[in-house]
């Protein structure tokens, strides 16, 4: 079952106080953003998801083979229209006990059928103002159980942005994407 804002809440709450459990192999995955509310709202931002569900917006997450034992991950946020695809890749890492999901992209890339159409690197961010996700709860498919069928998730992740905002992603394959 997918959690609603209040559900969501209230995991939040206890986060906080007793940290999410949310681990470094409970990210590994190809994560499609769902539901996003602004911050203060009950109510999903509508117009926002649907554009962002639109766009095949996905978050990846695998292991940074560079940083393994510091808990480091390699990142890749991207949104797609039919063959354009727009994607920020860069690297991230766990951090403290509830934890945060702290991060930076290093590459912009423009992508049309998979070909490379423009790259750019991007600079690094000020370290105040780094971008993170607050990791508040996760659920994976527990072992037996069927894979998804015909697009529904039986995962999902739930993090509070630097901004404010809460997002919701359903898991859409537990393997590791480069």
Not at 6 to 32: K, P
């Amino acid at each position: 079952m997918i959690p609603d804002a209040q559900q969501l809440l209230e995991r939040e709450r206890h986060s906080r106080q007793a940290g999410s459990g949310v681990n470094l192999a409970a990210l590994i995955g190809s994560w499609r953003l769902e539901r996003i509310w602004s911050k203060g709202s009950l109510r999903p931002a509508q117009f926002g998801a649907a554009l962002l569900r639109g766009l095949a917006a996905r978050l990846q997450l695998a292991p940074d083979e560079a940083a393994a034992e510091a808990g480091g991950l390699r990142l890749v946020n991207s949104v797609r229209l039919g063959a354009l695809e727009l994607r920020f890749e860069g690297v991230g890492r766990l951090q403290g006990r509830r934890p945060l999901l702290v991060f930076r992209f290093d590459r912009l890339l423009l992508l049309l059928g998979g070909r490379v159409l423009m790259e750019r690197a991007l600079p690094p961010p000020d370290p105040l103002r780094r971008p993170f996700f607050a990791l508040i709860a996760s659920q994976r498919p527990g072992p037996g159980e069927l894979a998804p069928l015909m697009g529904s998730s039986l995962g999902w992740l739930a993090a509070r942005g630097r901004g404010g905002g809460l997002a919701l992603w359903l898991l859409e394959s537990a393997e590791a994407t480069k």
